[in-house]
């Protein structure tokens, strides 16, 4: 299987603070990358497929970049309404795999 | 709007049978542009692959719970179902039903989970 990590596990930042988390596949996945967010008590949302593509609807302060091993996803000037966690998921091989998770929490 | 809603029970004793039923509103379960899966999640958890289905009832799952899973699709009713045998407290989770698309570029074909049901949650207690 493909492991993806994330880092970092959490972090604290203000609204308006431009953010970058970043993922690293334990192989080379070229661009079969894809990000979501997910809320508490909600399901994930896509924002982000192959690996910099935005998905339809989703703000563009969010964008994402990388390929082969290693992957980041921006957010310009973080919102309110991002505060929440964000998975990356491989698609290049099943099974699909995703990170372990990064939480964006109010500083 | 294409719309997932997952069904089933919401408790399942031990050593027993886990058994969704996610129903596709909105939109026809036999696209071919598309594949339908299930993801689930434990309580303070990440997210796990558990498989996927074709309209025509092609199927992958992943290898860690490929002998205890069975995904189904019933065209007619325009609903995919889980089946997890023998259940441990290991497979409580949030079960969530998904679409998996597919954007071609070029020689590429990139697949990515771009509906998600709400989640049902599952608890495996006695």
């Known amino acids: 299987d493909i492991q993806m990590t994330q880092s970092p596990s959490s972090l604290s930042a203000s609204v308006g603070d431009r953010v970058t988390i970043t993922c690293r596949a334990s192989?080379?996945?070229?661009?079969?990358l894809n990000w979501y967010q997910q809320k508490p008590g909600k399901a994930p949302e896509l924002l982000i497929y192959?690996?910099?593509s935005l998905q339809s609807g989703v703000p563009s302060r969010f964008s994402g970049g990388g390929s082969g091993t290693d992957f980041t996803l921006t957010i310009s000037s973080l919102q309110s309404e991002d505060f929440a966690t964000y998975y990356c998921?491989?698609?290049?091989?099943?099974?699909?795999?995703f990170g372990q998770g990064t939480k964006v929490e109010i500083k | 709007q294409l719309q997932l809603q997952e069904s089933g029970p919401g408790l399942v004793k031990p050593s027993e049978t886990l058994s969704l039923t996610c129903t596709v509103s909105g939109g026809s379960i036999s696209s071919s542009s598309y594949y339908w899966g299930w993801i689930r999640q434990p309580p303070g958890k990440g997210l796990e692959w558990i498989g996927s289905?074709?309209?025509?009832?092609?199927?992958s799952y992943n290898p860690s719970l490929e002998s205890r899973v069975t995904i189904s699709v019933d065209t007619s009713k325009n609903q995919f179902s889980l089946k997890l045998t023998s259940v441990t407290a290991a497979d409580t989770a949030v079960y969530y039903c998904?679409?998996?698309?597919?954007?071609?570029?070029?020689?590429?074909?990139?697949?990515?989970?771009?509906?998600w049901g709400k989640g049902t949650t599952v608890t495996v207690s006695s």
């Open positions: 192959a690996a910099s």
């Open positions: 998904v679409r998996r698309r597919v954007t071609a570029t070029g020689m590429f074909n990139y697949y990515y989970m771009d509906v």
């Open positions: 289905i074709y309209y025509s009832g092609s199927t």
């Open positions: 998921q491989q698609s290049y091989s099943t099974p699909w795999t």
């Open positions: 192989q080379s996945i070229s661009s079969f």
